[in-house]
C-alpha cells in the first residue's frame, strides 16, 4: 500500500479540473474547496468477484447467522476477511472446514518454520500466475519475520526451499511424473536435506495452494482494495454519477454483462435431470463387464486431453510472479497430441482412503484428519436442489464431476461406469473444469457463464469447491504414492 501511494503521489496532477469531467455532488464540491492534498484510492473491481454480483455474496452473511459468525471468527483470528472466505461463505460448513485446516497448516505447530510455510505458498501459487495469493502470502511471509531478500527471486532463497522448486513444478502442472527418486533427491540432500515430516507439510501446503489458485480463477476473485492491484487513483469514466458514488461501488462499471440466448438456456436442468434418471435405471438394469468399464475409462481419459482449455495464446507471467520459480515454460500439455498418454493409476492400489490418510496422519498429526474432513464436506455437500428444483438426489452429479477431474490426472476407480461423464457433463462444461483445474490462470466470465446457465452462483461456487477438492486429492495421491515407495 505505501508503495502504491507513494507512486501516485509521484505523478503529475493532471491539467483538467475534475469538475470539467464530472458532475460533483454539494459534499464532494466542500471537500475539493477544502483542497485536503489527499489522494482517494477507489476499488478496481465490483465486490468480491468479477464473475458473482457483490450484492450476491454480501447478502449470505446477512441471512445466514452461521456464516456472520465463521466471519467473525476468522476476522479474529487473521485481523482480515479476505475475498476468497467471502465467496466460500455461500457454504458455511465448508468454510469451516476450509478456514480450520488452512489455519493448522499455516500457524499451528508443524514441521517447518512460519516463514518458509507463507513461501512455499507463495512458490506454490505462483506457479499458476496467482498474483492474489502471491501477494496475501509475501504480506504474511514479512509479518511473521521472513528476510525480504528471499522476495528477490528463488535464487535469494536457502538451497533448502530452491529444491522443492522441481516438486513444486511437477505437481502443479504433470503429478503423474512424480516418482519416489524425486523425494529421495530431496530427503537425502545433505545439509540441505528435508525430514519426511517436513516433505509432509511441503506436499500439503503445495498441493493447498496449487487448488486454491484454481479457485481463485475459477471464481473469478478479485484483490482486495488495499492489496495489489485491488485499487486505483485514476478518475473513472464519464458518467452521471459523482466520483464518491463510482468509488463506493455505486456506478455502472462492470455491470454490463453478455446477455445468454435464452432458447439455448430453456429447459437445461430438466434435461439434465432426466438423464441423471435413466443412467440409475440402466444401472439396475445391467451391469457393464470389467472390461468395457476398462475400455470406457481409456476413453474418457482420452477424449479429455483433447479438451482445449483455452482459445487465448500461453499466458506470460510477470517478472514479479515468475522470479518465485524455474522454468516458466513448464505447464500442462495436451499429451495425446503428441502420441504421449498419462498412465492409468488404479485407486485401489493407492487410495487417499487406505493409504495417504495414513501416511499424512502418522507424520503430521491431525493433518491427515483434517484434510479428510474437507474432501468429504466438498464432496458429500448437497441441499437437494438443482436451480429452482427441490428435493433432488444430486450424488450421481457430483461423483461425475469429481471422478472426471481424477480422470484427467490418470486416476481409474474400478466401480465407476466412465460412461456417465460424457451424459452428464457437456462441452462447455468440461472446457471450464479442464482449464480451471489444468490451467486456471486462463479462465474467463464467458467460460463460467457458459456452463449450468440456469444454475445459481452459489451451485457454481459449490462445483469450483469440488474441483478445487478433486485436484488437491488427485495431487497428493501422486506424492504421497511416491514417497510411500521410498520409504518402501
Same mark, same amino acid.
Given at each position: ?138 504480506? #504474511?511471509? =514479512? ?10 527471486? %528463488?535464487? /535469494?532463497?536457502?538451497?533448502? $526451499? &530452491? ?94 454483462? #453478455?446477455? =445468454? ?10 434435461? %439434465?435431470? /432426466?438423464?441423471?434418471?435413466? $443412467? &440409475? ?115 450421481? $452429479? ?91
Amino acid at each position: 500500500m505505501r508503495h502504491a501511494v507513494a507512486s501516485a503521489q509521484n505523478v503529475e496532477n493532471t491539467s483538467i479540473a475534475v469538475t470539467d469531467l464530472f458532475k460533483i455532488c454539494n459534499h464532494c464540491e466542500r471537500l475539493r474547496k477544502k483542497d485536503l492534498g489527499v489522494r482517494i484510492p477507489r476499488p478496481l473491481g465490483n465486490g468480491p468477484s468479477r464473475f458473482i454480483p457483490e450484492k450476491e455474496i454480501l447478502q449470505v452473511s446477512k441471512v445466514d447467522s452461521r456464516t456472520q459468525s465463521i466471519f467473525e471468527d476468522a476476522f479474529a483470528a487473521l485481523g482480515r476477511l479476505d475475498n476468497i472466505s467471502l465467496v466460500m461463505g455461500f457454504h458455511p460448513q465448508y468454510l469451516e472446514s476450509f478456514l480450520r485446516t488452512q489455519h493448522y497448516l499455516l500457524q499451528m505447530d508443524g514441521p517447518l518454520p512460519l516463514h518458509y510455510r507463507h513461501y512455499i505458498g507463495i512458490m506454490a501459487a505462483a506457479r499458476h500466475q496467482c498474483s492474489y495469493l502471491v501477494n496475501l502470502h509475501v504480506n #504474511d511471509f =514479512l509479518q511473521v519475520g521472513g528476510d525480504a531478500k528471499w522476495l528477490n527471486g %528463488l535464487g /535469494e532463497a536457502p538451497q533448502k $526451499l &530452491q529444491q522443492l522448486g522441481e516438486l513444486n513444478k511437477i505437481l502443479a502442472h504433470r503429478p503423474w511424473l512424480i516418482t519416489k527418486e524425486h523425494m529421495e533427491a530431496l530427503l537425502k540432500a545433505e545439509e540441505h536435506s528435508w525430514s519426511l515430516a517436513e516433505l509432509i507439510h511441503a506436499v500439503v501446503l503445495l498441493t493447498h495452494y496449487h487448488s486454491l489458485a484454481s479457485f481463485t480463477f475459477g471464481c473469478g476473485i478479485t484483490p482486495e482494495i488495499h492489496c495489489d492491484g485491488g485499487h486505483t487513483f485514476r478518475p473513472p469514466s464519464l458518467s452521471q454519477y459523482c466520483v464518491c458514488d463510482i468509488a463506493n461501488g455505486n456506478g455502472h462499471a462492470n455491470q454490463h454483462d #453478455d446477455q =445468454l440466448d435464452d432458447q439455448d438456456m430453456c429447459g437445461e436442468v430438466e434435461v %439434465l435431470m /432426466e438423464r441423471m434418471k435413466q $443412467l &440409475q435405471e440402466c444401472r439396475d438394469d445391467e451391469e457393464a463387464s470389467q472390461e468395457e468399464m476398462a475400455t470406457r475409462f481409456e476413453r474418457e481419459k482420452t477424449e479429455s486431453m483433447l479438451v482445449v482449455t483455452s482459445e487465448d495464446e500461453e499466458c506470460v507471467p510477470s517478472r514479479d510472479i515468475s522470479r518465485h520459480f524455474e522454468d516458466p515454460s513448464y505447464g500442462y500439455k495436451d499429451f495425446s497430441r503428441r502420441g504421449e498418454h498419462v498412465p492409468t493409476f488404479r485407486a485401489q492400489d493407492y487410495s487417499w482412503e487406505d493409504h495417504g490418510y495414513s501416511l499424512v496422519n502418522r507424520l503430521y498429526p491431525d493433518v491427515g484428519q483434517m484434510l479428510d474432513e474437507k474432501f468429504q464436506m466438498a464432496y458429500n455437500l448437497t441441499y437437494n436442489t438443482m436451480a429452482t428444483h427441490k428435493d433432488v438426489d444430486t450424488s450421481m $452429479l457430483r461423483r461425475a464431476i469429481w471422478n472426471y477431474i481424477h480422470c484427467m490426472f490418470g486416476i481409474r476407480y474400478d466401480d465407476y461406469d466412465y460412461g456417465e461423464i460424457n451424459q452428464l457433463l457437456d462441452r462447455s462444461f468440461k472446457i471450464y473444469i479442464k482449464t480451471m483445474v489444468c490451467s486456471p490462470e486462463k479462465t474467463t466470465k464467458r467460460m463460467y457463464e457458459s456452463f449450468w446457465r440456469q444454475f445459481q452462483h452459489s451451485e457454481k461456487v459449490h462445483v469450483n469447491l469440488l474441483l478445487m477438492e478433486a485436484r488437491m486429492q488427485a495431487e497428493l495421491l501422486y506424492a504421497l504414492r511416491a514417497i510411500t515407495r521410498y520409504m518402501t
